[in-house]
């Protein structure tokens, strides 16, 4: 009896995790979308801060130092300190704590920023990434 209750109950609780599995699958092209959709705005906001910030600090840096922060490595390296600058002031503010991964995650944001900075196309709204194929 005990027995038959127990199968009954996993076979119950395996068709209803695959059944949610499949629905999960079935609308996973939409949530993607949404996903991509609110990373590329992220991305795009991310890209325009850090351009008005470096873009005010740049004079400042080049009078003092002589060297251009918004080309090449500088650029890079720049937005990578300015990433992990913010994101740690976040966590500080939020009282989360921090930890090697939000640091990695800081780090890999203004990488990525740094690294997209000369692709971005600025004729057309928002991030142009890839091949323009016409």
Request: proline letters at 3%; glycine letters at 12%.
């Given at each position: 009896m005990l027995g038959n209750i127990l199968i009954s109950t996993f076979f119950f609780s395996l068709d209803a995790?695959?059944?949610?599995?499949?629905?999960?699958?079935?609308?996973?092209?939409s949530i993607l979308k949404t996903a991509r959709m609110f990373f590329r705005r992220f991305m795009d906001l991310s890209?325009?801060?850090?351009?008005?910030?470096?873009?005010?600090?740049?004079?400042?840096v080049q009078n003092r130092w002589?060297?251009?922060?918004?080309?090449?490595?500088?650029?890079?390296?720049?937005?990578m300190i300015l990433s992990l600058?913010?994101?740690?002031?976040?966590l500080l503010i939020f009282s989360l704590p921090i930890n090697i991964w939000s640091v990695a995650l800081c780090i890999i944001h203004g990488l990525a920023v740094g690294l997209v900075w000369?692709?971005?196309?600025?004729?057309?709204?928002?991030?142009?990434?890839g091949v323009n194929v016409e």
């Open positions: 995790f695959l059944l949610a599995l499949a629905g999960l699958i079935r609308i996973s092209p890209f325009k801060f850090y351009q008005l910030v470096l873009g005010q600090i740049a004079p400042v002589g060297a251009n922060i918004l080309t090449g490595m500088l650029r890079i390296v720049s937005t600058i913010l994101g740690l002031l976040l000369g692709k971005v196309d600025q004729a057309v709204e928002g991030f142009q990434m």
